[in-house]
T-cell receptor, first 110, second 110 residues
Framework: NAGVTQTPKFQVLKTGQSMTLQCAQD?????MSWYRQDPGMGLRLIHY???????DQGEVPNGYNVSRSTTEDFPLRLLSAAPSQTSVYFCASSYFYEQYFGPGTRLTVT | GQQVMQIPQYQHVQEGEDFTTYCNSSTTLSNIQWYKQRPGGHPVFLIQ?????EVKKQKRLTFQFGEAKKNSSLHITATQTTDVGTYFC??????????FGTGTRLTIIP
């Protein structure tokens, strides 16, 4: 099993550009989530999904969209990138309670 | 929103000394999880505590959940260089979402 995979590992965007961060898991987990990690602020929940076709907002959803068309994939879309979205983004999946995190995407918005 | 306070933010210890990090909530928690993130890595699940007053041990790590289910601690006995990293608590307030603490970064002085 590959576990949770994320692409790309690094990305630089200009303000106003859009992009999609990819996340996939091969463990057949129903629950998936996106977090952003900023220095001194821990991990903050952006969006989450309890199954295919179901998504909900987390703590910091503004500026981000998600969809869940399959159990395996949970992409995160930045609609119009802003410098405040410079961060490390982690995708996670879980079956019961233990969350499995991907390796992260380091995003810089200039 | 519901928050979890984690202290201290940083801890520098001599190798062989003990280390403790604390998480506190003003609201009763359903359960609390602990994660470890090595420098440059992603969070890795350590344990979940569910019951009031619960104590669990993993080798040199001792996890406690308060009687009122509003606080938790992680204690490491006789730290080793392999313990370096940031330790996060993550709380559930009764739904599937997790709220992470801000983390305690542990550095070891050899």
């Amino acid at each position: 099993n590959a576990g949770v995979t994320q692409t790309p590992k690094f990305q630089v965007l200009k303000t106003g550009q859009s992009m999609t961060l990819q996340c996939a898991q091969d463990m057949n987990h129903e629950y998936m989530s996106w977090y952003r990690q900023d220095p001194g602020m821990g991990l903050r929940l952006i969006h989450y999904s309890v199954g295919a076709g179901i998504t909900d907002q987390g703590e910091v959803p503004n500026g981000y969209n998600v969809s869940r068309s399959t159990t395996e994939d949970f992409p995160l879309r930045l609609l119009s990138a802003a410098p405040s979205q410079t961060s490390v983004y982690f995708c996670a999946s879980s079956y019961f309670y233990e969350q499995y995190f991907g390796p992260g995407t380091r995003l810089t918005v200039t | 929103g519901q928050q979890v306070m984690q202290i201290p933010q940083y801890q520098h210890v001599q190798e062989g000394e003990d280390f403790t990090t604390y998480c506190n909530s003003s609201t009763t928690l359903s359960n609390i999880q602990w994660y470890k993130q090595r420098p440059g890595g992603h969070p890795v699940f350590l344990i979940q505590l569910v019951k009031s007053g619960e104590v669990k041990k993993q080798k040199r790590l001792t996890f406690q959940f308060g009687e009122a289910k509003k606080n938790s601690s992680l204690h490491i006995t006789a730290t080793q260089t392999t313990d370096v990293g940031t330790y996060f608590c993550a709380a559930s307030f009764g739904n599937e979402k997790l709220t992470f603490g801000t983390g305690t970064r542990l550095t070891i002085i050899p």
